[in-house]
């Protein structure tokens, strides 16, 4: 299994040491983030024991949804081609054929 982040962004062929725990894909050491959430065990009618810090593997996608910032964009698209001007012109490729832009 490869990297998809690495071959999303320049199209290589990095193998993964992880899998992201939000979307299942691949990652390479570069493009991992592990956090570490606490997990409580419940005893009864709601008495939590024994706080253990877990291990979370993310994609940095998934990592800044979970955080509420900014995902940086993954997706590798060639840039938009002029079209004759005019209005209402988007490019001869349209607006939704780079998921990078939807």
Known sequence: MNCYDCHAAEGADTPAVAVC????????PDHLRMT???LHRTN???VSHGSTPARQI???TCHAARTGLPAPSAARC?????????????GARGA???PAEA
């Open 78 to 90: 060639e840039p938009p081609v002029p079209a004759a001007p005019g209005p209402g012109t988007a």
């Open 36 to 38: 570490r959430p606490l």
């Open 44 to 46: 009864g009618l709601g």
């Open 96 to 98: 939704a054929e780079c």
């Open 58 to 60: 993310l994609c940095v």
């Open 21 to 28: 725990h939000g979307c299942n894909s691949g990652l390479c």
